[in-house]
């Protein structure tokens, strides 16, 4: 089992791969040709709504709910009964995102004034936000469509072709910044036309299957009304952190110009290895996890659970050590040019610590909530997610108030800095319950892991601290020097952090889980 979510990992991880480099390239011309002022800031918000919507909706609340029900069906139930359920649940997922749709598109100066009340202050770039959004706003029904037909390849097992789909958007914005520098609508439609092209590349796939859907209304039909029950609780305790980003974009609207796309681009920066790793994992193993729950198999329930957490400690500590390190060179690195200036740099990298505290957090959350909605359990995520969430909101504003009145120059990375509380207090909440409830059952080994994973992150940010050489100097280095310099010392990093815990004593064997032939021991 463990060889199969390897290699199942390390196929959404390449692909993942693939689109963070992308989306970094994207990234780069953007802050090269746009910069980060009010434009910048009115189309991040513009695209931040159908994002935010997409990944509560899409990529949280529907999928999570999809998939275990699909994995039932595809192993209990015939292939007429899966084309039914693609069937019911396409037609009425259209149906309501396409009135979502119009909604949205006639209500974008509310959206605007909702999500972004400090552009109030500034009409043009409110007119400029609610312009691009009415742009951007389908995207939402597109892409929740499209993690429709991911949900059913998954299930399937099929990873690369929903994993490769995300290099889309990036290759349509590229695009679209090579062909116009001038208008910054030129990013919402590519967004839109991202959308279209991303749906149609995953139809093939679907056909393969024979599982096309041929779309209903079902409202009432009962795999409709069985998702929707599910879906209405992890709707909100899936994307807590999404909406602690909307709150943060709405604070950051009040400060200076440029918060927002400072933010933004530390997030994404903070995003890469997350979406890498904790994302992939997590990605990988909610099917497994189903599965394990029909077989009603505890032990490889709990042990899968187990690997992803082992895993992604391995990889996501020096992870959060490196992006806290090497905040400034990174930052330098990938956005300084044009119109991306010093100051920008200095202002991201502020944030971008702060999202590192809890890079940590956000993985444990990724790898835990399947643990929950493999199991159909929705009710406990979202009361933990609530209070996760009321907690980042008070940090938001007690540290935002705080950095304000003391004159701190970055006041913005108070919300970065909240943003990582919340998730640690939401991971910790979802660690304890399942240990409590006995769901997952730690193997052994976990404190020499921890010992081993000490000695090797401190040797490793020791070192790195000592080379990079402060941002001062970085900064006067031409971009290539400084490409050549960061991927220097990444380099040495993963080599010192890998040889550290070789000689510390890991091996691969500390992440071999129990054989296919222990499996079904213990009903669930």
Known sequence: MSRELFKSTGIVSVMTLASRVLGFVRDMLIASVFGAGSGMDAFLVAWRVPNLLRRMFAEGAFSQAFVPIF???????????????????SGTLGGVLALVTIIGI??????????APGFGFDTAKHDLGVHLLRITFPYLMLISLTALVTGILNSHGKFAIPAATSIILNVCMIAAVLTDRRSISV?????LIAGVLQLGFQLPSLAHLRLMPRPRWAWRDPLVRRIVKLMVPILFGSSVSQISLLVDTVIASFLATG??????????VMEFPLGLFSIALATVILPSLSAHH????????????????RVIFVIGLPAMVGLAVLSGPLVSTLFQHARFNAHDVRMTQ???????????????????????????????????????????????????????LS???????????????????NGGLL?????????????????MLGLRLAVANTVMGGLLLWLEGGLDTWMRLGSLARAGRLLELVCLGAAVYFAVLWLVGMRPRHFRQITEATEGKQAL
């Open 259 to 268: 918060s927002v796309s400072w933010i933004y681009y530390s997030d994404r």
């Open 350 to 404: 502020w944030s971008l610590i702060g999202f590192a505290f809890g890079f940590m957090g956000f993985s444990l959350v990724k790898i835990l909530v399947p643990g929950f909605y493999a199991r159909q359990e929705t009710r406990t995520p979202v009361r933990y997610g609530v209070i996760a969430l009321s907690v980042g909101i008070l940090m938001s504003v007690v540290l935002v108030g705080a950095m304000l």
């Open 106 to 115: 006639a209500g974008a100066p509310f959206l605007m004034v909702l999500f």
């Open 71 to 89: 994995s039932e069906a595809r192993a209990e139930r015939s292939h007429e009964e899966q084309q039914h359920l693609v069937d019911v649940v």
């Open 431 to 447: 660690l304890r319950r399942l240990r409590r409830d006995s769901v997952y059952q730690p193997r052994s080994g976990w404190r």
């Open 187 to 191: 990013l919402a439609w590519a967004v």
């Open 294 to 309: 029909v077989k009603r198999s505890t032990i490889a329930f709990s042990d899968t659970i187990d690997w992803g957490l």
């Open 407 to 425: 004159g701190f120059p970055a006041p913005h990375m108070g919300l970065a800095l909240s943003t990582s509380i919340n998730a640690w207090v």
